[in-house]
């Protein structure tokens, strides 16, 4: 078969696969939402707060600060750059790695939202305080401000979101977070 025969064979067989996929997809549901009914998508909350925050946002925020003392374009790759450890010098590594991360935090930032999420200590995240969605809402800003810093690669915008990230966590650890005896956190 010659190169461009395989190639138009190829595109074709994608495309086939492509439309059948999508006419699947788009085949009307059976029962309820058949008939006009939607479903309202649920959505279950399995971290608490601090396993949430240990696990996205600690490891997001780590990179964005890291990237204030060595820009990302001067990291090397590690020898393996699919097992690195530093994220800045992974497979996706560099400025890519600060662009990750500033998305990561603004789309944590959401989770933080979720009802029924709870502190470690057993109580709810204080969601329908107003400013606990004022302090998500900073996050999200600082995550889009990291991820937009990261985009220019210029190191004085790294470190303008970095500071914007630093007050955005303050802010809600200060009256969230800081408290002495762990049963007075989430309050």
């Known amino acids: 078969m010659k190169p461009r025969t395989l190639l138009t064979t190829s595109l074709t067989s ?28 649920s959505f279950e909350v399995d971290a608490t707060l601090a396993q949430l925050m240990k696990g996205t946002l600690y490891p997001a925020s780590n990179v964005v600060f890291a990237a204030q003392g060595e820009s990302p374009a001067d990291v090397p790759p590690e020898k393996d750059p699919s097992a690195a450890l530093n994220p800045l010098a992974s497979a996706y590594g560099k400025w890519q790695a600060v662009e990750n991360a500033g998305l990561a935090m603004t789309e944590v930032a959401n989770l933080l939202l979720l009802p029924g999420r709870k502190c470690s200590n057993g109580k709810p995240v204080p969601i329908d305080n107003p400013d606990w969605t004022k302090f998500v809402q900073g996050l999200r800003g600082a995550g889009l401000a990291a991820y ?8 004085d915008n790294i470190l303008m979101a970095a500071d914007t990230l630093t007050t955005a966590c303050a802010n809600c650890h200060d009256k969230y977070r800081e408290k002495t005896n762990l049963a007075d956190r989430c309050q």
């Open 148 to 155: 937009k810093a990261a985009q220019s690669k210029n190191q």
């Open 14 to 41: 994608i495309a086939v696969i492509a439309l059948a996929g999508s006419s699947v997809a788009q085949a009307p549901a059976r029962g309820s939402a058949a008939k006009g009914a939607t479903r309202t998508p």
